[in-house]
Each structure stands twice: as C-alpha cells, then as structure tokens.
C-alpha cells in the first residue's frame, strides 16, 4: 500500500508537470493527439488486433512500474488526459464521431494505467495491494463496457473480457495458480470474445449492406419512375418554400430549376382555378393548415403550354413534434384531361368532318324550338342529302367518300357561315338550323347558293368529282313546334326535292305526307313486281335517217300497275336507284332484250339503257357476257347506252370500264348528250360509236325562233369529226324529222317512227312490212307537254267541278274526270293556289276533255295544287 500511496503522493507533489503537460497541450500537442486518437479509432475496428495490442500495453506498462515506479508514468497519462479533454470540449470539434476518438482515450487510459498498475504489484508480490488496485480498475473498466453497449452494441465484449481478465488475476492468485496458466486463461477468453465479435460483427455487415442494396433499389425505382414522366416529387420547409422538386417537373416549365428552389410552392400553380378531387378545400387551405392532401387537381402556372398536375402531400415533423415543411409526390394530368376533352368533343361533334353530330344538333333544335313567355321558339331547319355520293364510294373508295364529306362540310360551313349551325345527320346526310324567323324568299336564295357550291366539281385524289345536293326545310312554329316535327316535316321536304329531279330544294307542305306515304307503297308495289314478273319491256324503232331502214330498237321498261295501271319510268327507276332494286332491274332488262332480240333480223341491233350504278358494278361486263351467251346474240348487235353521269368519277376506274365492254364486242352509245354535267374531254378516250342527242333538243328545233337547230348540227359536226354516229331523239313532226336530215343526222328516233311497241308487235311488224319505217306524224311540232296527275277546279255556269290533269303544255291540257263536255264551252281551271285561267272545249270523248287555254301559262309557277283540294 506505501509503494502504491507514494507514487500517487509524488503525482500530487508535482504541480508543475501538470501545468507542463497543460502548457504543451495549449501549444501545439493536439495535433499529434488528434492523431494518437485518429490512430486509435481505426484500430479500434479491428477487434482482434486491438485485444493483442492492449495485452501489450498491459505487459508494457506493467513491467515498467514494477521497475521504476510510477512517476513518469502518471505524468504522460496526466498530459493524454488533458489533451483529450481540451480536444473534447474544443468548439469546433461540432459532431459526435469528431469527439468520439477523444472519449474513449478520456476513459480508456486509466483504465490501463490501472491495469499495468495491478499487473506491476502483481508480480511484485504484493497480491493485497493488486486486489484493491483491481477492484479501482473494475469500476472504469465496467464503465467503458457500459459506455461501449451504448455506443457500439456488442462492442462491450471487449470491455467484458478485460474486466474478466483482471477478476482472473485476483482470483488466480489466492487460488495460487502459476502465471502462465493466467495468461493463458485470459487470452483464451479474449480470443473468444474477439471471435463472437467477429461474427457479431460480419451478421451487421451483411445485413447492413442489404439495407443499403435496398435502399438503392429504392432509389433507382423512385429515379425510373420520375424519368417516365409519370410522376414527380417535390419538398418544401416550413415557409412553404421549394427544397427539391424532380427534374422532369422542371423541363416541362418555363424556367430552370435553380429559379424554383426557395420559391413558394403555390407560384407555380395558376391561381383562380376551382381545384377538383377534394371539394371545396384548396392546395393553400392544406398548407397553411399543415394537413395533409390527395389528389388534388391544379394548373400550372410556369408550363410553355396548358398542363394540369395532380398534387399529394404530407406534413412532415420531426421527434419533437415540430413542423419541418410538406414532402409530397405528383402526376401529370394533361394527357389525361385531352383524352376527356377529345371524349366530350366526339360526343357532340362528327369526328369525320368536325361538324356537330346528331346528338348536338338534336339538342340545339330543342333548345330552339322551346316556347319562351309564352311564346313558341322561332326557326328554321334544312335537311341535305347529297346526290351520286354513293356512287363516289362505290367507285373511288370509302377513304375517298370520306375525303369528299370532309370538303362538302368545309363549304356547308363556308356559305352558312355564323347564320346558323351546320351539322352531320350520318352518311351523306347533313342539317343546317337557323334560329330566329327567316323570310322564305331569303332562305331560298341561301339554298340555292349552297347547291350551287356543293355542285362545283371537287378533286379527290387527282380525280375530278361532281355530286349534287337536295334540300328540304321546315319552319318552327308554322310546321311543328317539337324537335321531332320539325325533322319529319324537313325529311318529307327534301323526299319531295329528291323526287322532283333531285339538285333542287323543297318547302314544306301539308300535301307531302300523302305523296310520301305513296311513295312507300310504291316502293312496296315495285319490288313485287320485280318478283311476280310485273315488269315488261315495249321497244321503239330506230332509223336510218338517209334509208328509213329500221337499223335496231331500244328497249324501254314498263310498269303497269294492277291497281294504278300505268306508272311512268320516270317515277318508279328513281325509287329502284334509290331502294337498290335498279341492279336486279338493270341485269333482268339486259337478259331479256338479248332474248328478244335473238328473233329479229340479223342486221337489226338491240339498245338497252345502263345506269351509273351497273356501270360502276366491277362484275358488269360479266353479266353482259353471261347475257349474250345465254342468248346466243352476236356482240355487234348489242348496244349499250351510258349517260354522261358515268363521267363524274372520271378515273382509272371508268377508263378500265369502258375498256372490258369494247373488249366484249359490244357498241356504246352516249345518251342524252348535252344534258349532264361533264366536259367535253372525255370523248377524246371514251370509245363510243354512237352520240344520242337529247329529245330536249330536238322538240321544237324546227320552229323559227329556235337555236336548237344550231346546236345539232354542231354535237353532228363534232360526232362525225370523232367518227361517231348520232342519233336524234323525240321527233314527232314533219318538220322535225326534215329538219334532222338536213342537218346530217344518221339516225332518228321518235313517235313520227311508231310509239314503242311490245316484242310481239315487233315480230308481226317484221313479217309485215320488214325493216322499212314509214313516218307518220303531224306535219308542225305543238308545245312541249308535260305529264302529271293534278287534281284541279274546274268552274263552270256557278258550280265547281273536280277534274284530274293528265299532261298539259304552255296552250293546253288534257282533263279527266268530265263526261261528255260540248266542244266550245268555257272553263275556269284553277291549276294552283292563287292561279287560274281560262280554257275552252277542243274536242271531248267519254270522260276526258282537251281544253286550249286563253293565252299561255308559266308550267315552273304549277307548284302545289289549290289548297281546299290538297286538304
């Protein structure tokens, strides 16, 4: 205990070497201190090396104390601790693992001053003093492992062990043990405890090394997630101010991104708009109440263009509890936003041709036809069907169809203008509403324009198309009051326009119900008519205007009726173009022509008419083939008449048409030259052998006023350039058909030659008189007439009576219904509303009257029949 006492007396008895060691700390020490401690850190990761190093410092220090005492000692332990110390509470010494190297010198080296202290006396003999010297180094020994538990976790094992090396040596030594087997005990024991700690310390490592692997696979899918665009994260403190936002948030706004770091969050969010998916609760009311939010929608403020985002976020507090800002996440809701703006717009708008669509045109019709004070709504609605659009279709393709309905609505819109709204219907169909009252002049003379434009000729993929429209229109409130009414009335007026030669517009009439109900039932009729045979063909005589040769005839259908008799092709082949019936009509008429025809002469040809829709049938040819096989007719003795409306789709098409039929051996006639819409040009490459001059032209050519004269001999001049022969249709006089040779005509047809004629009077005219046709006819032309069926009023002596007219011209008309009428007496005939004239009694049998009108009449003002007879 002195030798113990004596030491330490002398440490005390020295002050100086205290204020030494404090004086080289204070000038300049602490960097070889710091780099003791540095040193002692990084051996303190090795475990295993540190145990070995601190047995021999324990021997180190031990021996040494054993030999000279412990005053050289004590003052070097006293220098380290206060160098630690200083370097501990140095101010710029800020973090933890800065000082940690200081602490553990701070509280390790007494404990192996302690412990060399004990292992000295030890050998020295002295085990009384070792035990209390053991029993001082404990309580710092146990200090540290405590501390080490804190810091490092499992680390105390070194602490541990030590603490049991030195409880060994006390126990060893009363148990009088040999010092070797000391030393070895307490090396097994460390060598133990380094090893847990090895394997401790490999289970952290793997374990921390797959929280790193996961927390950079966690980075990398935030990082993937933020590059696809599909979302984005942003951070703001507690000012509400920007720490982070992504990078792929920054590139789609207007500036760059060191600008929107430590700007408010809410300058980059347009203000003013109503923020959707979370009521009435804004962004800013979550802000500034540090509540957290979801899905929120809002605009952007910064974007080069319109964007919308989608904002979440949380409010983030530390372990206190305080309010540190709002970290949050983001998605792009532009794409998305579009996508409903495209739906809403396909819902209300025609995504062929940008026009508004049934719904929209149904729904403003009803908004315009709403009674409002009391008073019904005001308006106008036409109804459009456009003319030989299907036939474009069938020829050019539906991409071409489109292309031309996506024209059509550029000039709809163009001539309309802001009058009105124009929409599509569906198909060829199109509507045009005009709120307000409209005068009816005035609404005519918008439809015209719009037929005149939509006539013009379009180019569709390099080729030239022309198309017709009809138009029929209804007005709110004197044709209905009701959506429904208005779009039935205006459809029964555009069936009317469509029935009136199409290309031409209708106001609606009362009368037109009834005329559309006779239509179905027309329609009905024909198709049984094409079942039952119904159907028959009468043939009208063509001839040589130089030899009066009969050089073929044209076979003409008929119809007749079991309950209407007679009904004009005139009104029934519309309605078969327009139900598709005319292709079943058109192969019947040429299978039983070619059939007839086997039976004339062998010299005399066959005519039959062909409609642009068989014209357009790419199986036409075959049927014309599989029509002269079967009747086993000669090629050359078929001639097949084509109107010029082949030539509104003229295309390769067309070309390659004209090209199968020539190839066939078959004759092609132009028919009705003159009266189509086409151009000269295509007679330069249509192989035509023959030029049909419309009758249009011919009746009344003869009369001295007339230019018809002029423009025969120059469609002759110009056929007999081509090498073409003509034709002349309608002569019905003597002076007609003088006129028709003298300007060189090859061929007349027309009632001066006979009217046509059933194939069985063909054959009995044959064996009669051969192929010579005498011309027998009135020897001057009469007014051009006109067929039709009108109920009239026919005043006469104070009574009215109900007659029907059955053709009439400009001087006349042939009347039905009165029986027995003298010649001479004097009629009043109201033909239409506000319209009458005067007649007299040419000639009278049975129940039919021929009346020559006091002076003449406009036949275009005959539009509605009187209104107390149409109703």
Known sequence: MSSLRKPISE?????????????????????????????????????????????????????????????????????????????????????????????????????????????????????????????????????????????????????????????????????GITQIGLLISCVAVMLIAALRQAKADRDKAIERHRQDLRAQRSDRLLLEHERTGRGWFWETDRQGCLTYISDTLVQTLDTARNGLIGRPITEIIRHGDRQHGDGERTLGFHLSARTGFSDISVQAAMAREERWWSISGQPVFNEYGQFHGFRGSGTDLTEMRRSQAEVTRLAQFDSLTGLANRIQMLRSLEQAVTARQGKPGECALLMLDLDRFKSVNDTLGHPAGDALLRQVSHRLQRVVGDKGLVGRQGGDEFKILLP???????????????????????????????????????????????????????????????????????????????????????EEDLRHALADDGLHLVYQAIVSSRTEQITGYEALLRWIHPVRGYISPEVFIPIAEDTGLIGQIGEWVLRTACRDATQWADDVRVAVNVSPTQFANPGFPATVMNALAAAQLAAERLELEITESVFLNDDDGTDAMFARLKGLGVRLALDDFGTGYSS????????????????????????????????????????????????????????????????????????????????????????????????????????????????????????????????????????????????????????????????????????????????????????????????
């Open 436 to 522: 307000g009252r409209h005068d009816q002049a005035r609404l005519a003379l918008l439809a015209q324009s719009i037929i005149s434009a939509v006539s013009l000729p379009y180019t569709i993929e390099g080729v030239a198309v022309v198309i017709g429209v009809s138009i029929g229109i209804s007005f709110c409130p004197q044709d209905g009051v009701t959506a429904d009414a208005m779009i039935r009335n205006a459809d029964l007026a555009l069936y009317a326009a469509k029935g009136d030669g199409r290309g031409v517009h209708r106001f609606y009439s009362p009368d037109m119900h009834a005329d559309a109900e006779d239509r179905r039932r027309l």
């Open 680 to 871: 000269l040009g295509y007679l330069k490459k249509a192989p035509f052998d023959k030029i049909k001059i419309d009758q249009s032209f011919v009746r009344g050519a003869a009369s001295k006023d007339s230019r018809n004269s002029a423009i025969i001999k120059a469609i002759v001049s110009l056929a007999e350039a081509l090498g073409m022969d003509t034709t002349a249709e309608g002569a019905e006089t003597q002076d007609e058909l003088a006129l028709i040779r003298n300007l060189g005509c090859s061929h007349v047809q027309g009632f001066i030659y006979g009217h046509p004629m059933p194939a069985a009077d063909v054959l009995e005219r044959q064996q009669a008189h051969g192929v010579t046709a005498i011309a027998d006819g009135f020897q001057s032309s009469r007014p051009a007439r006109r067929t039709m069926l009108r109920t009239v009023a026919v005043h006469h002596d104070g009574h009215v009576y109900t007659g029907r007219v059955r053709n009439i011209s400009a001087t006349g008309a042939l009347i039905e219904g009165l029986w027995n009428v003298p010649l001479g007496t004097l009629f009043a005939i109201e033909l239409a509303e506000g319209q009458s004239v005067n007649a007299t009694a040419r000639w009278s049998k049975e129940d039919r009257v021929g009346v020559e009108f006091v002076g003449s009449i406009d036949l275009a003002a005959l539009r509605s029949p009187p209104r107390a007879l149409a109703s």
């Open 11 to 175: 440490t005390q008895s020295r002050p100086m070497t205290l204020m030494v060691a404090l004086g080289l700390a204070e000038s300049g020490t602490e960097v070889s201190a710091s780099w003791i401690s540095g040193a002692f850190v990084h051996i303190a990761r090795l475990w295993p090396l540190l145990l070995l190093a601190k047995i021999c410092v324990v021997a180190l220090l031990g021996i040494p104390f054993y030999r000279s005492g412990d005053g050289l000692h004590a003052m070097a332990l006293a220098a380290m601790l206060l160098i630690d110390g200083a370097l501990i509470i140095a101010p710029h010494r800020h973090t933890f693992q800065q000082r940690m190297p200081h602490i553990q010198n701070w509280l390790m080296l007494p404990m192996v001053f302690l412990s060399g202290l004990t292992f000295s006396l030890w050998l020295g003999r002295e085990p009384l003093a070792a035990s209390g010297i053991l029993v001082a180094a404990a309580v710092p020994e146990l200090s540290v492992a405590l501390l080490a538990v804190s810091i490092f976790g499992d680390r105390r094992l070194l602490g541990i062990s030590y603490f049991l090396g030195a409880l060994l040596v006390w126990v060893v030594e009363r148990a």
